[in-house]
């Protein structure tokens, strides 16, 4: 094997594949949020929504999102982000505000088109296709795989071209491939057999470029020794604080500009705001209390792009 990483999809064994030979990336740094005006729960999508059907207390959902903004708009005050914008969020699309699944934006002005895996989810692509169109990027739509939930499961290495991509849940192998192939980027896939870590970012939270925090009961036991060796520095977060409190849902931000570092996260954990304050991070605490009885928290509730 060269020194050259070669640009494919590595689901058992990533021997072959440096981080230090992969070729550098800078962060994505605005920020797009869908009003949560519609926001609802009515159905049992994962875990989490067991028994939370018209449990949600709407005008505090608005509350909490409204804070996210107002921390979002902060970042932006501080230099740390670049943007911050809202896509109006649509009548029946109850789980639209979680914007971090419907796409994958990436350089280049591309952005992978999702193929969400519920009927009732799969009405909110269009808004945000049309959207990243408005802003001149090139849709790439999937043709063989049947599951593709977007951001959710496909979090870039910080900053390199490189992607892991969580399956078993809401996104099929085959999406990887794909994307591999359209986009010129090697992708290390992830097995999520716990059903409540069912997309990869309630469970995998990369902080550098080798230090991640985790939790390791979300992966299989390939999927955990392939991620020991792209990381040299692991924290391992407890399963009872990653379920409890979505800290591994943080949206960490590392502005390469100005090295500028900040996570946004759901109030009351440990083990993750020890690992954060560890790496430097500036750390916002706010309740998503009504976005986590849906199965979500800050980072599903914003999408970032370049
Ligand atoms: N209720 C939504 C669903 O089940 C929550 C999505 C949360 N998003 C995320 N990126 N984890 O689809």
Redesign the pocket.
């Known amino acids: 094997m060269s020194t050259e990483n070669a640009i494919k999809i590595y689901h058992d064994d990533v021997k072959g594949l440096q981080v230090s030979n992969i070729s550098s990336r800078s962060e994505p740094l605005k920020v797009l949020m869908c009003s949560p005006t519609y926001f609802d729960i009515i159905d049992v999508?994962?875990a989490h929504?067991e028994g939370q059907s018209g449990k949600l207390d709407k005008a505090l959902a608005l509350q909490q999102w409204n804070d996210l903004k107002d921390v979002y708009e902060t970042l932006k005050q501080e230099n740390v982000i670049e943007e911050v914008l809202v896509i109006e969020g649509v009548e029946g699309c109850e789980?639209m505000v979680?914007c971090?699944?419907q796409t994958f934006p990436w350089l280049d002005k591309s952005v992978v088109i999702s193929k969400m895996r519920?009927p009732s989810?799969q009405k909110e692509v269009p808004y945000f296709e049309n959207y990243f169109k408005s802003l001149g990027y090139q849709s790439i739509h999937l043709q063989t795989a049947n599951m593709f939930?977007g951001?959710?499961d496909t979090i870039p290495h910080p900053q390199k071209r490189l992607l892991y991509g969580g399956f078993g849940h809401r996104s099929d192998p085959k999406a990887y491939k794909e994307i591999s192939e359209t986009l010129q980027v090697p992708i290390v896939t992830l097995e999520l057999p716990n059903p409540n870590f069912y997309?990869l970012?309630?469970c995998f939270v990369p902080l550098s470029t080798n230090e991640v925090m985790l939790c390791k009961e979300a992966f299989t036991a390939v999927g955990l020794a392939n991620i020991q060796q792209l990381f040299s520095k692991i924290y391992y977060i407890p399963e009872s604080e990653a379920i409890d409190t979505f800290c591994l849902?943080a949206h960490v931000i590392n502005n390469d500009r100005n090295g500028k570092k900040a996570a946004i996260m759901q109030k009351g954990s440990t083990h993750a705001i020890d690992a954060l304050k560890q790496c430097g991070y500036k750390i916002y605490e706010i309740e998503t209390s009504e976005y986590m009885k849906?199965?979500?928290s800050v980072?599903?509730m914003k999408m970032m792009f370049y």
């Open positions: 999508k994962n929504m789980d979680f971090a699944n519920h989810r939930e951001m959710g997309h970012d309630t849902n849906s199965g979500g980072f599903c």
